[in-house]
T-cell receptor, first 114, second 114 residues
Framework: ETGVTQTPRHLVMGMTNKKSLKCEQHLGHNAMYWYKQSAKKPLELMFVYSLEERVENNSVPSRFSPECPNSSHLFLHLHTLQPEDSALYLC?????????????FGNGTRLTVT | AQSVTQPDIHITVSEGASLELRCNYSYGATPYLFWYVQSPGQGLQLLLKYFSGDTLVQGIKGFEAEFKRSQSSFNLRKPSVHWSDAAEYFC????????????FGTGTRLLVSP
């Protein structure tokens, strides 16, 4: 599946670093999502952008800052993270106007905060 | 509030045997239901979905699921498991609000023994 591409695949960062995760979708979708996947917990929806406007922000700490410059690209800017932020971060996209459009996921970025 | 329960954390099945993964949901309206599969190091891939109509839905890789409203269940089945089916399986419930607003279960890890 190459419809949703995430970079980097792995990232190790210190608590004082600033880094960004990138997501690009080639499916012509108009909604993009960031999910956090931690061990033994359900996937947590972090942010949703629909038509490049943020429509969902699920009480995510301000050390996570999303950016959606256009309908094909989504970023997650990270700064002063905590060790508990270590997780797999998944990007997804869907065609928001179509009830029949499920989520298409990227392969994720495995983030380790030291 | 909507929720999804996958009661089995791990299941081990012999290759060639049948499989059933359980999913129970709580949702106030007619739900949209999904099963996703995640192989190690990968994102989630859609196996099948139910929106309406026939309560037995067919998916990819020989999987099927049956929606039972009276039991609030959407169990995933496969008649004969292959070693390549070893992965983690996630059930999700939600609705399309202009974007897909999904709640995921905690997942069931399938192990396939020779």
């Amino acid at each position: 599946e190459t419809g949703v591409t995430q970079t980097p695949r792995h990232l190790v960062m210190g608590m004082t670093n600033k880094k960004s995760l990138k997501c690009e979708q080639h499916l012509g979708h108009n909604a993009m999502y960031w999910y956090k996947q931690s061990a033994k917990k359900p996937l947590e929806l972090m942010f949703v952008y629909s038509l490049e406007e943020r429509v969902e922000n699920n009480s995510v700490p301000s050390r996570f800052s999303p950016e959606c410059p256009n309908s094909s690209h989504l970023f997650l800017h990270l700064h002063t993270l905590q060790p508990e932020d270590s997780a797999l971060y998944l990007c997804a996209s869907s065609q928001g106007s179509s009830y029949n459009s499920p989520l298409h996921f990227g392969n994720g970025t495995r983030l380790t905060v030291t | 509030a909507q929720s999804v329960t996958q009661p089995d954390i791990h299941i081990t099945v012999s290759e060639g045997a049948s499989l059933e993964l359980r999913c129970n949901y709580s949702y106030g309206a007619t739900p949209y239901l999904f099963w996703y599969v995640q192989s190690p190091g990968q994102g989630l891939q859609l196996l099948l979905k139910y929106f309406s109509g026939d309560t037995l839905v067919q998916g990819i890789k020989g999987f099927e699921a049956e929606f039972k409203r009276s039991q609030s269940s959407f169990n995933l089945r496969k008649p004969s498991v292959h070693w390549s089916d070893a992965a983690e399986y996630f059930c999700a419930v939600g609705r399309n609000t202009g974007f897909q607003k999904l709640v995921f279960g905690t997942g069931t890890r399938l192990l396939v023994s020779p």
